[in-house]
């Protein structure tokens, strides 16, 4: 797990600011989810009550400060390196990397750049140049545990989901070292008043969460894709309205390699926003977002209005029905933050289907059917010691089958028997960090001051807990056979006038590793369990003005 682990200001202390990337003389710092500026915008919000417009829907570009100058000048300024390192013990953990994927071994990647304005066109070029070392690590083999991979899919790809429900999301990204190069968080856009267009490889997060969210997040790299979004928010009779529509194409991984005919995919996807005037604090919102196959990429402006139109049903299809039908597919969300300033207390909520409901019967009848949820609370007091603020961090996020399931068959999340892919870019999860059929709880305490931070967390995730109960095994099922991760851990990063260090040590135990406990529960020997210890490293430019 790559945590990019950055020091916040308790609210007694003078910040410059926080809400965004910022220039200086010595060139431009980019706003990155995940970053010093998105964790310090989030904690002013409950500690000095700081504008909460534009968070649910956020990206690099859209949260990036305007160059200094006259607008009929062309102004420009580089954008300043970031670099992220991850070792891994034993196991591949990369959790909201971006383009970086962290195997076993070391990985790294660099973020930086240049970026210009000139009147109302804006441009920032800001390629990710990403490596991994992916040493060797043991791969399921005993059928008891892993079904046999079929050609023509890669040895390498997840054989949990082949076939009905699929998606290209390797276990390991091939048998040597990985590196490459793609377009990060680069956009080409025009500025106006009240609306922004243009084109962008940026990553976007959708939503309340901190780890996880269900569409959109920073756990995958980001695509190519046009967009069209509120510049700021419209202010309308119901509240502080923001919007953001966008179309692009998904790219398979190199170790998916299934369909010759539908290597591409389309992304359609459209989200809001409202801050009702008469609850202060409060943020609703939706999404949706629909892929379908490609034979060609040339084919993505077909698919224009897809957000807008019905998908159908393409995974209501019981277990015992193997086939799989190229077609639309779909996932849909609502959610919610209340934060109260005063307080320094923030709750919030995401709930999601991947599957329409058939009929308003059916939505009454079983309104849980396929759903996928994440809620959390974050509370913060300022100088609890010496001038430092304390935060508390609570999060639980499923996207695992219900009982529904049992009379209803659905897809799992993010999976797909209508674009075999499913919801991945480059064989990564677009959405949940705990990826397809799992689930996941995290807790994280830390103390923060002006110039350093320290903090431990805990956490727990269940790796796709739907195939464990849809696949059958030949050594039987039992309440002591999922596939989880028990996780604890301290963070700390460290501020001066030269930028930022962050340092975040994970130690891991993963229980029944690929299911692979072939005894009777409880207690067994014939298991396989796996004790990994990732570090991970920030090192981030000043960012001040």
């Known amino acids: 797990m790559a945590v990019a682990l950055v020091a916040a200001a308790a609210p007694s202390l003078p910040v410059a600011a926080p809400a965004q990337g910022t220039t200086s003389s010595r060139g431009s710092v980019l706003f990155r989810i995940g970053s010093e500026a998105d964790e310090r915008w989030r904690l002013d919000q409950l500690l000095r009550g700081a504008s909460t417009e ?26 300043l390196p970031e670099l992220i390192a991850v070792h891994n013990s034993a196991l591949p953990y990369s959790v909201n990397d971006g383009s970086l994927w962290a195997g076993r071994g070391w990985s790294a990647s660099v973020v930086g750049g240049v970026r210009g304005q000139l009147r109302g066109l804006r441009v920032m070029v800001a390629p990710t140049l990403s490596w991994a070392s992916n040493r060797d690590f043991e791969l399921p083999t005993d059928v008891r545990a892993a079904p046999p991979i079929p050609p023509p899919r890669s040895p390498y790809a997840y054989p949990w989901r082949v076939h009905r429900n699929s998606i290209d999301y390797p276990l390991r990204f091939g048998p040597d070292a990985v590196a490459q190069v793609d377009a990060g968080q680069s956009a080409l856009y025009m500025h106006h008043d009240r609306v922004e267009y243009g084109l962008s490889s940026e990553n976007q997060w959708w939503g309340p969460g901190i780890r996880n969210a269900l569409l959109l997040s920073n756990n995958a790299p980001g695509f190519g894709h046009a967009f069209v979004r509120t510049a700021r928010p419209l202010r309308t009779p119901v509240g502080a309205v923001e919007a953001r529509y966008l179309l692009g194409g998904l790219t398979e991984s190199a170790y998916f390699a299934d369909s010759p005919t539908y290597r591409h995919r389309s992304f359609s996807a459209l989200a809001f926003t409202v801050q009702p005037g008469v609850a202060p604090g409060l943020t609703l919102g939706g999404a949706r977002a629909v892929i379908a196959p490609l034979v060609k990429r040339g084919e993505i402006p077909r698919h224009l209005f897809d957000v807008l139109s019905s998908t159908g049903r393409p995974n209501a299809r019981p277990l015992s029905d193997p086939s799989q039908t190229p077609g639309r597919d779909q996932l849909l969300s609502l959610f919610a933050r209340y934060v109260l300033p005063g307080y320094g207390f923030e709750s919030y909520v995401e709930w999601g289907r991947a599957e329409m409901p058939a009929s308003v019967r059916d939505a009454l009848v079983a309104p849980s059917h396929s759903q996928g949820y994440s809620m959390g609370l974050q509370w913060a007091r300022a100088d609890v010691v010496k001038g430092a603020a304390l935060r508390l961090q609570l999060e639980h996020t499923a996207v695992s089958q219900g009982s529904s399931f049992a009379v209803t068959p659905s897809g799992s999340w993010y999976t797909s028997r209508a674009v075999l892919q499913g919801f991945t870019q480059r064989g990564q999860v677009l959405g949940a960090a705990v990826g397809p059929g799992g689930s996941g709880q995290w807790f994280g305490g830390d103390l923060i001051a002006h110039a350093w931070t320290g903090g431990v967390f805990a956490g727990r995730i269940r790796w796709d807990d739907d195939s464990y109960f849809e696949i059958p095994r030949p050594n039987g099922s039992g309440y002591c056979k999922h596939d989880v991760s028990l996780l604890v851990g301290t963070r700390g990063s460290y501020r001066t006038g030269a930028g930022s260090a962050g340092l975040s040590l994970t130690l891991a135990n993963r229980l029944n590793t690929f299911y692979q406990n072939f ?11 796996t004790r990994n210890a990732t570090l991970s490293v920030t090192l981030s430019p000043a960012s001040a003005r």
Do not use: I
């Open 54 to 79: 534009g968070y649910l829907l956020r990206s690099a570009a859209s949260r990036t400060d305007t160059l200094p100058g006259e607008g009929a000048e062309l102004r420009w300024a580089f954008v």
């Open 519 to 529: 005894g009777e529960c409880p207690n067994n020997a014939d298991r396989v369990d």
